[in-house]
T-cell receptor
Framework: SQKIEQNSEALNIQEGKTATLTCNYT??????LQWYRQDPGRGPVFLLL???NEKEKRKERLKVTFDTTLKQSLFHITASQPADSATYLC???????????WGAGTKLIIKP | DTGVSQNPRHKITKRGQNVTFRCDPI?????LYWYRQTLGQGPEFLTY????????KSRLLSDRFSAERPKGSFSTLEIQRTEQGDSAMYLC????????????FGQGTRLTVV
């Protein structure tokens, strides 16, 4: 069966440390993978995209890796801040039908 | 154009009533998506438009759900004979025809069926 898995339990990280979130998938061959941030009561906000032929992408304090052999993406936030607290969603983009397939998200809590 | 706009933000309705939601996408975006999201879950795909054409509809979607995008601009999602299980956040997103297909979401419409 096809599925996307993200850490279901909330991730608690001390301010200033690096937070690492995981997205694993099975039985998909995405063209690329996207990461979004979602705050309570709001729609998701796009953060980063990584293509299947890219190993790593960076944007300011954010870094994403993509291993198509392991079928896994890691999302890192360095020098984490309490304002980074949110739910982070990964989504696979299927270019066969222009669909985004979503994980359930991981809630990140940065403690001051 | 400041982004994707959805109305209303909140809707409380009695079971059995019909409801309609509106989405105004970013004006130059050809692709428009409707999703449903419940607490602790990721967005669940409902339907997808490219311009005015409805190209995909989730097989999980009941016949009580219908969506339109009459002129390839704004879209409406109607739910007929609402049930308590329809209570959720309904999200609309748009994407440009070209580019990296990042989705721009509206704030969502929170539906509560009582």
């Amino acid at each position: 069966s096809q599925k996307i898995e993200q850490n279901s339990e909330a991730l608690n990280i001390q301010e200033g440390k690096t937070a690492t979130l995981t997205c694993n998938y099975t039985n998909y061959s995405p063209a690329y993978l996207q990461w979004y941030r979602q705050d309570p009561g709001r729609g998701p906000v796009f953060l980063l995209l990584i293509r299947e032929n890219e190993k790593e992408k960076r944007k300011e304090r954010l870094k994403v890796t993509f291993d198509t052999t392991l079928k896994q993406s890691l999302f890192h936030i360095t020098a984490s801040q309490p304002a980074d607290s949110a739910t982070y969603l990964c989504a696979l983009f299927m270019d066969s039908n222009y669909q985004l397939i979503w994980g359930a998200g991981t809630k990140l809590i940065i403690k001051p | 154009d400041t982004g994707v706009s959805q109305n209303p933000r909140h809707k409380i309705t009695k079971r059995g009533q019909n409801v309609t939601f509106r989405c105004d996408p970013i004006s130059e975006h050809n692709r428009l998506y409707w999703y449903r999201q419940t607490l602790g879950q990721g967005p669940e795909f409902l339907t997808y438009f490219q311009n005015e054409a409805q190209l995909e509809k989730s097989r999980l979607l009941s016949d009580r759900f219908s969506a339109e995008r009459p002129k390839g601009s704004f879209s409406t999602l109607e739910i007929q004979r609402t049930e308590q299980g329809d209570s959720a956040m309904y999200l609309c997103a748009s994407s440009p025809f070209r580019g990296e297909q990042e989705a721009f979401f509206g704030q969502g419409t929170r539906l509560t069926v009582v």
